[in-house]
């Protein structure tokens, strides 16, 4: 899921990047569709039975759809492709612990474990997004590979899922996650699935105050249009509405874009200090509510989520705000 931000190695040494494709979906998939987002090493070690990672799992999906673009190597996709099929499938597989789409409407739902090394819970434009973009490069690739019924099956997931993301996460000026903090029954639903990880109760629920843990919630996080960054690079076209998706860039710059950090508490780790800028994490603006334990490393600020943010800014035309994140 951290590789998911790395775009120069595709593009400069391809044939690497492509191997890493082919080790990914031989070492570690599960018969089942679940992907591993840890290679182990050795090669043909036994895989080390992590959760499933939103968007690592689909992240991978839109990596092969680059691959082949990139190459032009059909027959590399023929090889590949049923292994890729089956993980995207897990999103709505019965066997698929954390219940990404269980009813199957293109839209996350469930747990979903993500690069700030915690899990979501209920809907969030953030992991979606990831989840439509591999979706629509799924579609793609079925139809070249002549296969007709998950075309149509990814195309229809697609649209249901990319209109109500539109319609229900976007607040008027960003997308957030639609989630109630206070209903502990959210993660209580996944005690069956917790004998390896431990309680998600114990991890997730704030008894002091009543909620749910390390949440997006109201907030404006970096990273909520980022699978629409990935289709703009990879030529898959729109996947949320394009004037929502430069407003929610607009709110990001407006929120988490800060010209210098003196003054500003961060209680997490330090990449950036005193006179330098950054933009940070997550950032609840003052009329939203931030929960006591908000989201994981929400005041921080790291370079791979900033130069993403900065880049979809100059895609969708915020030419001067984007050179100023960068």
């Not at 082949?68 to 499938?89: H, M």
């Not at 997308?175 to 069956?192: R, T, V, W």
């Not at 407006?254 to 950036?272: A, D």
């Not at 800028?277 to 900033?306: H, Q, R, S």
């Amino acid at each position: 899921h951290v590789w998911n931000y790395a775009y120069a190695l595709p593009f400069l040494f391809p044939n690497l990047e492509r191997s890493m494709r082919d080790l990914e979906y031989k070492y570690n998939l599960r018969e089942d569709g679940k992907l591993d987002f840890r290679l182990q090493l050795p090669l043909g070690r036994p895989a080390s039975g992590w959760r499933a990672c939103a968007d690592g799992q689909f992240g991978g999906v839109v990596k092969v759809y680059r691959e082949w673009k990139i190459s032009g190597n059909d027959e590399w996709l023929k090889s590949i492709w049923p292994f890729v099929k089956k993980s995207v499938e897990f999103a709505w597989s019965p066997t698929n612990e954390d219940k990404w789409d269980a009813d199957k409407d293109g839209v996350l739902e469930g747990r979903q474990h993500h690069t700030l090394d915690m899990e979501l819970f209920g809907p969030n434009s953030f992991l979606t997004g990831f989840y439509l973009a591999a979706l629509k490069a799924a579609a793609e690739m079925a139809e070249f590979n002549n296969d007709k019924d998950f075309t149509e099956e990814c195309k229809a997931l697609f649209d249901k899922g990319s209109q109500w993301v539109s319609e229900n996460l976007f607040n008027g000026e960003y997308f957030g996650q639609k989630i109630n903090l206070n209903d502990k029954s959210i993660i209580e639903q996944y005690a069956e699935a917790d004998s390896k990880w431990g309680s998600a109760v114990d991890s997730y629920w704030d008894a002091e105050h009543s909620e749910i843990k390390y949440q997006v919630g109201d907030g404006c996080h970096i990273d909520q249009v980022v699978g629409q960054w990935h289709a703009n690079l990879c030529g898959l076209g729109s996947i949320l509405d394009r004037d929502k998706v430069k407003s929610a860039l607009t709110a990001i710059y407006k929120n988490n874009y800060r010209p210098t950090l003196r003054g500003y508490f961060n209680p997490c780790r330090m990449y950036g200090l005193n006179d330098e800028a950054a933009t940070v994490i997550c950032y609840w603006p003052e009329d939203k509510y931030k929960a006591a334990v908000p989201l994981t490393y929400a005041e921080e600020c790291m370079n791979g989520f900033e130069y993403q943010a900065g880049i979809h800014m100059i895609q969708e035309g915020l030419i001067d705000e984007g050179l100023n994140v960068i």
